[in-house]
């Protein structure tokens, strides 16, 4: 049963923005986003805690990357800005208090991030 579904990914040039969507369809306590590069480990990127509403954001993406949340539509957002080729990779989002992906039950199907020099 589907419970987590990205949206928003494409490909752009460095230094653009893109907004990846997460409408998550069941009730979590945090939801987190994980992106993966070709040949690559799975690494965290950015999770936030619905309850108080707190940010953690990988060293790679602070002060570029900016989680947001829409109640009404039960949805988390990531705006990236300021995109480098580096951040190149499939985005996943998930059910997800932390950084580390390794004990996360519930994923999202991904959506694909291109960034071009």
């Known amino acids: 049963q589907v419970q987590l579904v990205e949206s928003g990914g494409g490909s752009v040039q460095a230094g653009g923005s893109l907004r990846l969507s997460c409408v998550f369809l069941a009730r979590f306590n945090c939801i987190g986003w994980f992106r993966q590069a070709p040949g690559k480990e799975r690494d965290g990127v950015a999770t936030?805690?619905?309850?108080?509403?707190?940010?953690v954001y990988a060293d790679s993406v602070k002060g570029r990357f900016t989680l947001s949340k829409d109640n009404a539509k039960n949805t988390v957002y990531l705006q990236m800005n300021s995109l480098k080729p580096d951040d190149t990779g499939m985005y996943y989002c998930?059910?997800?208090?932390?950084?580390?992906?390794?004990?996360?039950?519930?994923w999202g199907q991904g959506t694909q991030v291109t960034v071009s020099s």
């Open positions: 998930a059910a997800a208090c932390g950084l580390t992906w390794y004990n996360v039950n519930y």
């Open positions: 936030l805690n619905f309850r108080g509403g707190k940010t």
